[in-house]
């Protein structure tokens, strides 16, 4: 009976990630962007994908941190969103296949992104012109990753974006119970499942789970993008409010009535289109390609 019941975990697990798969392919049925190459690595001991433009500057690098409740997405679910967000910046993009939950608890996301991003390091790319990003559980490991670099002393990236972040696995955000019912991306039960797979019995306060609870002090600058009608918009909220207490450059750009994650949306929101632009042009600014 155990074993039958593992096995049905095992597929509705399956099931599921392969149903976030179809959902994002139908999103951008096109998995590759004109201009854009990609090709698979091993990085840290890490599976990655590179995605590189044919006009780029190859020392400036966005790591990406895919979203997906941590339990889902990979760099399918992600490329054609990054790829455009990143079509007119002329860097290049490490496209981050970090372990899942339930399968891999807190901190294996922490662990993978640390272990690539000082093999970057060893390889030669200064942290001046590496810049880290990623989408809601993504965004959690941008930056959570931030943090345990600081707290183990380890040179810090140049700067960060992070849309629509998860930031607080308790989940005592207002917008969750707020805006449930008009955000068509989130589920209010699943954040509890999401939450429980990932944290394994660990603290959900956790500094690198949960990093709005703590000390932001000493992180490069940061560029967060959140939906007005998303249940996580107080998650981005707060973290930028604490985050300016704590002497972080940090600009936070809240969209009227959109919704979780809507970037990945850009063949057909011009919103999306004009915020993934914004996103692009402000990782250009930081990290100054030349091409």
Known sequence: ????????????????????????????????????SYKPAIVGGVQCEWIVPDRCDASKVLVYFHGG??????PNTHRPQV?????????????????????????????DATAVYQALLQQGYKPENIAFGGDSAGGGVTLGT?????????????????ISPWVDLTMSGDSHQKNKDVDPMLILEGFH?????YLGGADP??????????DLSGLPPI????????????????????AGVDGIEVK??????????FHGFWIILPEARAANKKLGEYLKEQLKPII
């Open 83 to 111: 790829s455009h967000m990143l079509k007119d910046v002329g860097i290049t993009c490490l496209n981050v296949d970090y372990r899942l939950s339930p399968e891999h608890k807190y901190p294996a996301p922490i662990e």
């Open 1 to 36: 009976m155990h074993n039958i019941k593992a096995k049905a975990k095992y597929h509705n697990l399956v099931g599921s990630r392969r149903a976030f798969e179809r959902m994002m392919n139908k999103v951008a049925p096109r998995l590759t962007v004109k201009g854009f």
């Open 146 to 162: 931030l943090l345990y670099l600081r707290d183990n002393n380890l040179p810090l990236p140049n700067c960060a974006i992070a």
């Open 69 to 74: 409740g941590y339990a889902a997405g990979s």
């Open 205 to 214: 306060k956790s500094p690198y789970a949960s990093p709005i609870f703590h």
């Open 252 to 261: 936070l750009e809240i969209f009227p009535k959109l919704f979780h994650v």
């Open 223 to 242: 560029y967060i993008q959140v939906g007005e009608e998303e249940m996580l918009l107080d998650d981005s909220v707060r973290f930028a409010t604490k």
């Open 193 to 197: 499942v999401w939450s429980q797979h």
